[in-house]
């Protein structure tokens, strides 16, 4: 069993930085596949970033690419997720997610393990 437990969250001005954390426990995490995902009030959950065990490969979604990075240190069983340019569109409750597949895609349904979130809010 994995446990996911995000941190970092609060209120910035657009422009803004935030950096996420989310502490894994369970020795399996290295070869887990993490994401982080989103989801704003009266929408869907969205896909975020994700990363391979390696951290050699990610993705992103196009909405956050080149201002969202997603990163890991398996022996401190961390995922990050630094968000710089931040916007009003980028509020939304973020949450950690582990693939034990480690497939490296975005599909959210073959991630099965899940944090509670974090909430981001990002004003004009």
């Known amino acids: 069993q994995v446990q996911l437990v995000e941190s970092g969250g609060g209120l910035v001005q657009a422009g803004g930085s935030l950096r996420l954390s989310c502490a894994a426990s369970g020795r399996t995490f290295s070869s887990y596949t993490m994401g982080w995902f989103r989801q704003a009030p009266g929408k869907e959950r969205e896909f975020v970033a994700s990363i391979i065990w390696t951290g050699t490969s990610t993705r992103y979604a196009d909405s956050v690419k080149g201002r969202f990075t997603i990163s890991r240190d398996n022996a401190k069983t961390t995922v990050w997720l630094q968000m710089n340019s931040l916007k009003p569109e980028d509020t939304a409750v973020y949450t950690c997610?582990?693939?034990?597949?480690?497939?490296?895609?975005?599909?959210?349904?073959?991630?099965?393990?899940w944090g509670r979130g974090t909430q981001v809010t990002v004003s004009s």
């Open positions: 997610a582990a693939d034990p597949i480690g497939s490296g895609t975005s599909a959210e349904s073959n991630y099965g393990y």
